[in-house]
Nanobody, 124 residues
C-alpha cells in the first residue's frame, strides 16, 4: 500500500477530527515534492475535492470547507494531515488522500496514487 489514510470515525456535529495520510515505498520519495490532496465521496455522490497542499506549501480548499478544514504536511515529510473543525452532517463521506497531481490542477481528481480511504460520519 503506497498511501494509507486513517483517523476517521463517528463524531457529532461541531466536533473535530484529524485525518492522517502516510506515504510509503516509491510514493514516499516524491510525496513532499508534489501536490498532495484530500478528496471525499459521500454515498451516491461523485468524488469531490476537499483540500490540497503544493510542494511549496501553498494550500487549496473547496468552498464548502474553507475556514473549517486545514491541510498540512507532517514531520517526517511522508505524512499529510487534514484537521477538520466544525464538522457538519454533510461532511459525512469516505475521505481519500492522493499524491502527485497529473493534471497540474490540485482540484482535479487526476493523481498518480490514491489511498484506500477512511470513513468520517458526522451525526446531527
Amino acid at each position: 500500500v503506497q498511501l494509507q489514510a486513517s483517523g476517521g470515525g463517528l463524531v457529532q456535529a461541531g466536533d473535530s477530527l484529524r485525518l492522517s495520510c502516510a506515504a510509503s515505498g516509491a510514493t514516499a520519495r516524491t510525496f513532499s515534492t508534489s501536490t498532495t490532496a484530500w478528496f471525499r465521496q459521500a454515498p451516491g455522490k461523485e468524488r469531490e475535492f476537499v483540500a490540497a497542499i503544493g510542494w511549496t506549501g501553498n494550500t487549496y480548499y473547496a468552498d464548502s470547507v474553507e475556514g473549517r478544514f486545514s491541510v498540512s504536511r507532517g514531520n517526517p515529510r511522508n505524512y499529510m494531515y487534514l484537521l477538520m473543525n466544525g464538522l457538519k452532517p454533510e461532511d459525512t463521506a469516505v475521505y481519500y488522500c492522493a499524491a502527485r497531481s497529473l493534471s497540474g490542477s490540485a482540484y482535479e481528481p487526476r493523481y498518480a496514487s490514491w489511498g484506500r480511504g477512511t470513513l468520517v460520519t458526522v451525526s446531527s
